[in-house]
């Protein structure tokens, strides 16, 4: 699968990216991640990607054509009608992000992630550009490089081949209808007084 992120701050992925099993996986070749930067689709002296909102307010939107030509950049020719490649803008005002809609985003080929900075991004992208919004909370964030890197970790994860063990996407939190997992406990069967339940240690937890 190939995640595409586009995005002002491609530095701010140097991080996230190059740890745990999403990096395993990204250099095993199981997943490819893209980090795209707005600004190579910009042509003012300036690389401008954001401007001041029509009515006045506050702070200002990410511009509508550099967003229009990264996505037509990166997929020539892709149509809306195609399942496999969507685009996804990271938006307060988008559906919330949950382990379902990770595993509907794990059936795609590609994603292409958008991630919002400022007040916002121009309304058009929305409506004529983004297949989905996606708002991973009721919280305010500087911008969706945060909500990119846990959709890519929640969606990776549901991969073949990322996991050592398949069964751990089966039998974790949220894998059966949004169900939290159960308790689990570890050696030692005490410490500083606190014990595992003895169903745990009798061999009749099944």
């Known amino acids: 699968m190939v995640f595409h992120i586009v995005t002002i701050f491609p530095e701010y992925f140097r991080g996230p990216f190059e740890h745990g099993v999403v990096a395993k996986a990204n250099e095993s070749g199981i997943l490819n991640i893209r980090i795209h930067d707005l600004r190579t689709w910009t042509f003012d002296r300036h690389r401008t990607v954001d401007d001041r909102p029509f009515g006045g307010g506050e702070g ?8 229009f030509l990264a996505v037509e950049s990166i997929w020539p020719g892709r149509t809306a009608a195609d399942p496999a490649k969507r685009v996804v803008l990271l938006s307060a005002a988008g ?4 382990q379902s809609i990770a595993r ?9 992630l958008i991630c919002g900075r400022y007040e916002g991004v121009d309304e058009r992208v929305a409506e004529h550009l983004a297949d989905d919004e996606i708002s991973i909370g009721d919280y305010v ?9 846990v959709i890519v970790d929640s969606v990776a994860r549901l991969l073949p081949g990322v996991l050592g063990n398949e069964d751990s996407t089966v039998n974790e939190s949220f894998s059966d209808a949004d169900r939290l997992d159960c308790p689990q406990y570890t050696r030692p069967a005490e410490f500083r007084g606190w014990k595992v339940p003895d169903v745990l240690l009798s061999g009749n937890h099944a």
Do not use: D, Q, V
Not at 60 to 67: I, Q
């Open 60 to 67: 200002m939107l990410l511009k509508a054509e550099p967003l």
């Open 95 to 98: 559906r919330k992000f949950s």
């Open 104 to 112: 509907e985003f794990s059936e795609c080929a590609e994603l292409l």
């Open 141 to 149: 964030l500087s911008g969706g490089e945060l909500a990119a890197a």
